[in-house]
């Protein structure tokens, strides 16, 4: 039943269903079987235990360590304690990484706290590592309060766990979790819980706490938070440097990290994107136009710009998904405005009414030297047009870049040292956009 707007008793927002929402973490927020059940494993194998085969271990997430050693293998409690050392030291190494968000729950998260919703996690995982995940997979923006085991407890129980999560006041919470001790927790503490069934409970196992809701897919526990409110917008990132810097293996990279990370990615290119902007692409970069007029360029690459973001770049946002641009009107201001010397104000004008006023979130610019990158762009393949272009049309170009960056300061570029190896380049990168997205 749609319910009727709360008022936030401490910020005055309006609300759809409730003003404070708490999210278990495994099983709710993130997939986390295989680092659990990879530690679990070895730790039991380390202890020599026998016997239990993976499916049968499944049932180590959702309760506390301690308990389920305890309950589910039937070890006493200075074993269970050893056994709990083992696991926190294989999961400390690799376990934490061995996870993924579910796909959605990053648009989630941002309309919560768009609608001006407190929201905290209440997890049985240690802290150190509950906090690391949700700051590895850029979570941690939209979190108001961890509550988490400390390393020194060998168990804390859900209900205080979710007690110290809630904030001091509030209208109406829910606790939104997918094993029984999400329920009975919630249900102890007097707040309403939701049952999230895409994770690692069952139906029957929830259907006890009479929950007030129960959602098969993240999609049908945003409809059960949210209501009517409309979903958060997505996020627009553009990467941007001289031809021959790297960023184009770099994005299906950065691709594949943030779909772990639960987003929902479009992978776009300037000029290009959609099929109009792609045939204006051929004729911008064809090497046989060379008779090519420095303002007809611009208009070019403008009107490929005006399609672009109404065909692809705005509809993605307006569904939510991260929007991966490889060049966007940065590089005309640089290319043209600077590298062709039509003037940045001049090109700002041509591209005003083509990018209705839409400016990317976060800019990566990767920055190498200009003769460097050149040679890595002769290496790799024929050149096209602009890349034909005389010597000095390349430093020019990059110092347009450099000017940019100054103008904008940090508020949306991030400078990338682009003389570095794939892998360096790919955590630098993923480290940028991290940072962005656990601000506040």
Not at 69 to 84: C, P, S
Not at 85 to 99: K, P
Not at 289 to 310: F, G, I, N, P, S
Not at 389 to 406: C, I, N, Q, V
Request: hydrophobic share 40%.
């Amino acid at each position: 039943m749609r319910q009727k707007p709360n008022k936030s008793l401490e910020n005055g927002a309006d609300f759809v269903r409730y003003d404070a929402i708490l999210f278990d973490l495994d099983g709710t927020l993130t997939e986390s079987e295989p680092g659990i059940l990879n530690s679990v494993q070895y730790s039991l194998e380390q202890m020599s235990v026998r016997g239990f085969e993976r499916r049968q271990l499944r049932a180590f997430i959702g309760p506390p360590l301690y308990e389920a050693f305890r309950e589910i293998v039937g070890l006493d409690d200075q074993e269970a304690k050893r056994a709990i050392a083992i696991f926190r030291e294989r999961f400390e190494r690799v376990g934490w990484a061995e996870n993924s968000v579910y796909t959605g729950i990053p648009r989630l998260l941002r309309s919560l706290k768009a609608a001006g919703a407190y929201v905290a996690v209440a997890t049985s995982k240690p802290a150190k590592f509950a906090g690391r995940i949700l700051e590895h997979f850029g979570l941690m923006g939209c979190i108001d309060r961890v509550c988490a085991v400390s390393l020194s407890e060998n168990h804390a129980e859900k209900a205080e766990l979710i007690r110290r999560a809630l904030p001091g006041r509030f209208e109406r919470a829910v606790m939104v979790g997918d094993r029984k001790f999400d329920m009975q927790g919630g249900r102890e503490n007097g707040i309403e819980v939701i049952g999230a069934l895409y994770g690692y409970g069952s139906r029957e196992e929830l259907l006890p706490y009479a929950p007030e809701g129960m959602a098969e897919s993240v999609d049908e526990l945003q409809n059960l938070l949210l209501g009517d409110e409309k979903p958060a917008r997505g996020v627009f990132i553009s990467l941007e440097g001289t031809d021959g810097c790297g960023k184009s293996t770099q994005i299906p990279l950065l691709q594949q990290w943030l779909e772990r990370c639960g987003e929902v990615v479009c992978l776009t290119r300037e000029p290009g994107g959609c099929p109009i902007s792609e045939r204006i692409r051929e004729i911008i970069l064809d090497v046989n136009h060379r008779e090519m007029t420095d303002v007809c360029e611009a208009y070019l690459y403008a009107a490929a710009r005006a399609q672009h973001v109404r065909q692809r770049i705005l509809p993605a946002l307006q569904r939510g998904e991260i929007v991966l641009c490889d060049r966007y009107l940065d590089s005309s201001l640089a290319y043209q405005g600077a590298g062709r010397g039509l003037g940045m104000e001049k090109v700002e004008e041509i591209n005003r009414v083509a990018t209705e006023g839409l400016l990317p979130d976060l800019t990566l610019f990767y920055d190498l030297d200009p003769e460097r990158a050149m040679e890595r762009r002769r290496a790799a393949s024929p050149l096209d047009r602009l890349e034909m272009a005389e010597d000095g049309f390349m430093r020019r170009t990059y110092e347009g870049f450099k000017a940019l960056m100054d103008r904008e300061g940090k508020t949306r570029f991030v400078r990338l040292d682009a003389d570095q190896g794939i892998e360096a380049l790919q955590t630098a990168t993923q480290a940028a956009v991290r940072s962005r997205m656990n601000q506040k």
